[in-house]
Each structure stands twice: as C-alpha cells, then as structure tokens.
C-alpha cells in the first residue's frame, strides 16, 4: 500500500476539525463589545456622602401615600449610616433593617415596634398600620435638600421634611458643602 493511502484516514478530520475551528473563530470576532455600566470610584463615594447626609437627619413625615398625618400624630424616621432606622409611627415606636442597592435602590425590612394602643388621635392606628405596609414596600429614594422621598415602583409613598415645620429651605448634603465652609465664606468682607 503506497505511503498516501495510510494517512487519508488522519487527514481528512483534522482538516474538518481545523475548519470549524476556522469558522469559529470568525463568529466570535463579530459579538458586540461589552461595556461596563458600573459606577465609578468617584461616583459611589459621593453616593456615600449624599446617604451619609441623609442618615444624620430627623425625618418628618409629610406625607402618607399623597395625605398628610393625622393632626396630632408626630411620624418621623431617622437612617443609621449602615443598616437600621428608627422612627416614630404616631402611636408606636419602631426599628428595621434597611439594605441599599445601586441607583437608589432601597429596601426596609423586618420592621419591629412597640405594642401600644392608642385611641386618640381617632385613625392612628390606621396610620400606623398603613404606614409599617408602605414601609416595608419601598424599593427607591430620592434626596433633596430638604426633602426626602421614599418610593415604590416610581410612586411617591412617603414624603419627609428635615423639620416638621419646614417648607422647602435648602439644607445642606454633604455634596453641597458644610455648615463650617458656608460660614467661612460669610465672614470673609
């Protein structure tokens, strides 16, 4: 047997197996490029800064699912820096754990509160009951000087103010400078 008839056997998938390997290779030249959508350094240490800001504030409640508090009723919420808030829900005091995600994201979890029972003012216990549901509903927040929105699937649940009798007076976010840097410029002539 001639020395070219041994090795068409070898041949011919090797060749077949080259050729795939050829033609995938030229598919994966044709894959879109992957971008990278994660935040930037500089942009999650101001992200930290703004909750720091926020988690040094005593929240009043505004607003209940677009209505005011029941006259009489004192709601508020503070942040901790890390994983837990604490509040006042009219009647009740309560505590949960909260986690925060990227873009705002917002998540109250596991809410415990004190167990009285209050009659006066007439509809508190509604409030409050409500309030604990909106609560631990939230997936998103959104900050502002003075103002603090706390919202589930883009609607506005609960609205807070800095003070309880404040309007809409600019407060001051870490990223909008300190108390200290505002009266240095003041004092200067």
Partial sequence: MPRAHRMTPFVIPIATGL???AGC?????????HVDTRPMVGDIHQAELDWAWVAAQD????SIDGAAPIEGTEPRIR???????????????FTASYIRKAESGL????????RMFCAFPEGVMQQEARLFHLLQNIDS???EPNR???????????SCRISQDQDDEPGEPASMGSATEQDEVDDQP
């Fill in 19 to 21: 050729g795939l390997f």
């Fill in 25 to 33: 290779a030229e598919q994966s030249t044709e894959r879109e490029p």
């Fill in 59 to 62: 929240w009043w409640i505004s």
């Fill in 79 to 93: 942040f901790r820096e890390h994983t837990w808030l604490e509040g006042s829900a009219g009647c009740n005091r």
């Fill in 107 to 114: 998540n109250i979890n596991e809410i415990i509160s004190t």
């Fill in 141 to 143: 927040y959104h900050a």
């Fill in 148 to 158: 603090l929105d706390l919202i589930t699937d883009g609607a506005v649940m609960l």
